[in-house]
């Protein structure tokens, strides 16, 4: 196990492409840390770095306070669970196991117990005889985390490892692989893109978009402060919903445009509204609720015209996606509703809910409270 | 007779049951729908090999005009007890036996070579193709220009580093060796190709698991890149074996078979007894029996393969 630093990360393919743009992260030993990001934010790119398949353009990268940029992977001693595809087909999953045993030139006894122990561990004892090819998705990760546990590896690298897995194992593997980490103690990166994966699974994260770190901390506060506009809306069960104003107006400058839609702005968001009279407030989804015509809207509260797109039943919940001009957002009701399509509404969110970003940095000015629901079926994998 | 299935099922006796009927019109229209296929076959396969399998038993000699008479299987006789064709067996199991696992080990050599380059890929593997895109003659009229003792090039140059080579294709010790080597020299990149594919096929993360695995280079060859392959090597050398029975055309055109018969396969050694001796019935025999040796030797080497894919399995776990 080992502490690791990454020092002014920097990564260049050719002239054009500037993938990862200087990362300065810390991992403590024994810590499971997350990088977050969409396709092409750079987090795999910076674990590839790490695990030694990839050169450092500019940087440096230290195992308990060394250097290893200049070492091999195997020279490195990581371990890495790919996204698929990596198990050595012709080999039966006790072979794959005992491959990297093998190569050092391990006793066979000790290698035969090495493996038993680690399939135990993973419950694939009794099916690590059959040959990889023939393994279902779910089995097949199951044996590439089985290789790289077997030898104690200083550092376990993990590209989406579930994420080709069906909702149900992902959810199970997401344990099972939490609880693994924390037996062993072993400090461990996972690169996703799955919110919940990262929320569920780890201990920090770093957030990425375009090369760079938005954030790192806990799940606990990137969700409830998140740094910018991006985190707030990537991080989350859902997406927070965002809502970009201008031409703020009338007495006490409290009505405003939001795609041409005039809207009543509570009392606090003044405040946060830049020199021209923009505005960028956010919610999450479980915070805004709608109000038919006729119904009254709570009094200082932010009110937004719009109609319902669609309106979907999850259990006892409501996910309601809804156009606000050309801008959509999602409502997440407790109770069941019935709503027409394009049926027209007013979407309020009380003020003690809002965030409120600035409109040209995005950088977060104020943080709401609340509105993220329990964890929706889906995403839980039930 | 026409059948449709309608006036079939009309014409069957009430005591019949109509599903009975049913089926018999169905398979009569079957065999109607496949005849036209099953004549061609007949014409154009099954005829001509009778036919052979006829003259091999028969006197058969084209510009004799003697009768032809059924002399059974003295025409295979005489071939196996005559010296020229245990020769022309091995001259063809030596392009066989050395000239494919030459072109197996050297395309898979250029397979890794290409697979191993960056830039330009492509590139490279059309340029290895040429040899095998050329036509026999071509690739035969070029290297005996090339190999010529006299005027040649390659003879120029090395008598220029004060060399005496020998005459190549003219010279009793080397012509064999030549053609081998211009076999080899036109069909490594068929190999070459294949095995390429098969390389192309093993996925990315199995080569950068192994890295991680700890895995040397020479390791990663031997317990994962070789095993992997090993479907497409048994294809490239079936398709080659097969092939190497039939090589004619650079013999034909650089050696003639000779000198004397030291560069004769089975091939050349029945266009001779067909067409310059006319013995007909005698190149049907020794066609036959190249057929025989060719099916009996394609499937030891599947039987082979197939026990060498078990053993490794066994061996490992």
């Known amino acids: 196990m080992a502490k690791v630093e990454l020092r002014n990360l920097q990564k260049r393919y050719g002239d054009t492409v500037h993938a990862v743009r200087d990362v300065n992260l810390e991992i403590a030993d024994g810590e499971f840390f997350g990088l977050l990001g969409p396709s092409g934010s750079g987090k795999t790119s910076v674990l590839r770095m790490l695990a030694g398949l990839e050169a450092v353009s ?41 491959y990297p045993l093998k190569v050092r030139g391990t006793p ?27 393994m279902s998705g779910g089995q097949q990760q199951r044996v590439a985390i089985a290789r790289a546990l077997v030898r104690r590896p200083n550092l376990l690298c993990l590209d989406e490892p579930i994420a080709h897995l069906d909702t149900l194992l992902r959810a199970r593997l997401r344990g099972e692989l939490k609880r693994l980490q924390r037996a062993l103690g072993m400090t461990s990166v996972i690169v996703t893109h799955d919110p919940v994966e990262a929320m569920t699974m780890t ?59 005039e809207a009543l702005l ?20 479980g915070a805004l609720r709608l109000r038919r015509a006729g119904e009254a809207a709570p009094e200082g509260a932010l009110r937004l015209p719009g109609k319902v ?25 407790p109770e069941r509703q019935a709503f027409g399509i394009d049926e027209p509404v007013t979407l309020t969110v009380d003020a003690a809910a809002l965030y409120a970003f600035d409109p040209g ?22 | 007779m026409v059948a449709s299935p309608d006036n079939a099922m009309l014409a069957g006796s009430p005591r019949r049951r109509p599903a009975d009927a049913a089926r018999r019109a169905e398979r009569r229209s079957t065999w109607l729908l496949l005849a036209p296929a099953i004549a061609f076959l007949v014409v154009m396969a099954v005829w001509p090999f009778a036919y052979l399998l006829y003259a091999s038993f028969t006197s058969y000699q084209l510009a004799v005009p003697i009768p032809i008479e059924f002399v059974g299987i003295d025409n295979f006789t005489r071939l196996l007890q005559g010296e020229r064709f245990w020769s022309s067996l091995g001259i063809t199991a030596i392009f066989a036996l050395v000239a494919v696992p030459l072109q197996i080990a050297v395309g898979l050599g250029l397979a890794l070579l290409i697979n191993s380059v960056a830039r330009a890929r492509e590139f490279y593997a059309s340029l290895f193709l040429i040899p095998m895109m050329l036509a026999p003659i071509v690739v035969g009229f070029a290297w005996n220009l090339f190999l010529n003792p006299i005027y040649g090039p390659l003879n120029s140059a090395l008598r220029g580093m004060e060399l005496s080579p020998p005459a190549w294709a003219q010279s009793p010790d080397w012509a064999l060796p030549t053609i081998v080597l211009v076999d080899i020299w036109q069909w490594t990149p068929l190999v070459m190709v294949i095995l390429l594919a098969g390389l192309r096929a093993i996925p990315a993360t199995v080569f950068e698991a192994a890295r991680v695995d700890g895995s040397t280079p020479r390791q990663t060859f031997r317990n994962i890149v070789l095993p992997m392959l090993a479907p497409y090597i048994v294809v490239a050398f079936v398709l080659r074996f097969i092939d190497s029975f039939k090589v ?55 039987a082979a393969a197939r026990r060498g894919a078990g053993g490794m399995e066994g061996r490992r776990s």
Not at chain 1, 110 to 134: F, G, P, S, T
Not at chain 1, 274 to 282: T, V
Not at chain 2, 252 to 271: D, E, H, K, V
Not at chain 2, 272 to 294: H, K, M, P, T, W
């Open chain 1, 266 to 285: 509570p009392e606090m968001a003044q405040r946060f509204a830049s020199a021209d009279g923009r505005l960028l407030l956010g919610c999450r989804p």
């Open chain 1, 108 to 134: 066979k006894d000790e290698m035969k117990r090495l493996v038993d122990d680690v399939a135990e561990m993973l419950n694939i004892a009794h099916l690590i005889d059959r040959k990889a090819a023939q």
């Open chain 2, 248 to 302: 004619f055309d650079v013999i034909y055109i650089l050696t003639r078979g000779g000198p004397g018969t030291s560069t004769q396969n089975l091939a050349y050694y029945t266009y001779d007894l067909g067409f310059n001796r006319f013995e007909f019935g005698a190149a049907g025999a020794l066609s036959i029996i190249q057929l025989v040796v060719l099916i009996v030797g394609t499937s030891l080497i599947l």
């Open chain 1, 361 to 382: 940095s995005e950088a977060t000015l104020h943080f709401g409270t609340g509105g993220e629901p329990g964890v929706p079926l889906h995403a839980a994998g039930l």
């Open chain 1, 58 to 98: 500019e940087g440096d990268i230290l195992f308990d306070g060394a250097s290893v940029v200049a070492r091999s992977p195997q020279e490195r001693n990581i371990a890495m669970v790919f996204e698929q595809n990596a198990l050595y087909p012709h080999m039966t999953g006790r072979q794959n196991i005992a």
């Open chain 1, 309 to 333: 797109y669609v309106a979907e039943q999850i259990g006892d919940e409501m996910l309601v996606t809804l156009q606000v001009g050309e801008l959509s957002a999602t409502a997440l009701l």
């Open chain 1, 203 to 261: 201990d920090r994260l770093a957030v990425m978009r375009d090369g760079r770190l938005q954030q790192v901390g806990t799940p606990d506060e990137i969700h409830d402060r998140p740094a910018n506009a991006f985190v707030a809306q990537f991080f989350g069960v859902h997406s927070m919903n965002l809502f970009p104003f201008e031409g703020l107006s009338g007495p006490d400058g409290r009505v405003a445009r939001c795609q041409g839609q």
